[in-house]
Nanobody, 121 residues
């Protein structure tokens, strides 16, 4: 059973930065990808970023390219999302996810509990 625990959300002013963390346990992740999705009030959950565990190559939604960086620490089984130049439209609950096709925007079966990110204007 995969267990994902997120941390690092909060309230920040527009233009500010936050770093989210997702600690994973329960299996080895070679061959998988881990990433982030977000859901704003009244909107569908959307892909944000993901990283292939084996290659360390990251993928991003167009809306966050150049502002967000997804990285991982394999020794800690942890994936990070560094969010810079935050905008009010980035406000959402951010969820960690692991699966085979996360880099293509298709979530796997395992989700974290979510962490709230609120960006004030």
């Amino acid at each position: 059973q995969v267990h994902l625990v997120e941390s690092g959300g909060g309230l920040v002013q527009a233009g500010g930065s936050l770093r989210l963390s997702c600690a994973a346990s329960g299996r080895t992740f070679s061959g998988y990808a881990m990433g982030w999705f977000r859901q704003a009030p009244g909107k569908e959950r959307e892909f944000v970023a993901a990283i292939r565990w084996s290659t360390d190559y990251a993928y991003y939604a167009e809306s966050v390219k150049g502002r967000f960086t997804c990285s991982r620490d394999s020794a800690k089984n942890t994936v990070y999302l560094q969010m810079n130049s935050l905008k009010p439209e980035d406000t959402a609950v951010y969820y960690c996810n692991v699966g085979l096709a996360v880099v293509a925007g298709a979530p796997g079966n395992y989700w974290g509990q979510g962490t709230q990110v609120t960006v004030s204007s």
